[in-house]
């Protein structure tokens, strides 16, 4: 019942991935609509900030010595490549989109499309070592789920 203040890598991609659901399906000018799209914005912005130089996102958004999570990677990917699709965000971002794919091309999806250390389902905690040391898990649907849609996604936006 309270926010455990450890940025979760999947954790944060299923309010990004949920909020571009949201803008997306919600009509122009429903109360509201107008803060989730600044919430999306903010959030573009921190995103983007933890990013690291392969291009992928870490399993504990804020510690670079966490391991480089996949399914948050993936959400993150989709999530702007909507926002440039959608035209909610620049295209200045589409570096920021590439470096994300070419990550997961060059780190984590095999040739014959395995899909490579997903953070296994996990539990709610308070302890920050607990996020750290979640093990990972090969072509678990926390990621394989995601990618295809975040490929399908940065496709549209390197085609615009």
């Known amino acids: 019942n309270e926010p455990n203040n450890i940025p979760w890598g999947r954790g944060n991609g ?3 991935v949920s909020l571009s659901d949201a803008l997306i399906n919600i009509p ?5 609509k107008d803060e989730l799209m600044k919430l999306y914005l903010d959030f573009t912005e921190g995103i983007v900030k933890r990013q690291d130089s392969d291009g992928l996102w870490h ?3 804020n510690r670079p010595d966490s391991y480089q999570e996949t399914s948050s990677t993936g959400m993150f990917l989709l999530g702007l490549s909507r926002g440039i699709n959608n035209g909610w965000i620049s295209r200045d971002y589409i570096e920021n ?3 994300a794919y070419f990550g997961l091309l060059n ?3 095999s040739a014959d499309g395995n899909v490579y250390d997903v953070c296994m389902g996990s539990s709610n905690s308070k302890n920050v070592e ?3 040391n979640l093990g990972v898990a090969d072509n678990d649907d926390h990621g394989t789920g995601v990618i295809l849609p975040a490929i399908t996604e940065y496709i549209k ?3 615009k």
């Open 157 to 159: 936006a390197c085609e």
């Open 28 to 32: 122009d000018g429903t109360p509201g």
């Open 59 to 61: 399993q504990v958004l």
């Open 14 to 16: 299923w309010v990004y």
């Open 97 to 99: 989109v590439k470096r």
């Open 107 to 109: 780190k984590k999806i």
């Open 130 to 132: 607990y996020y750290m």
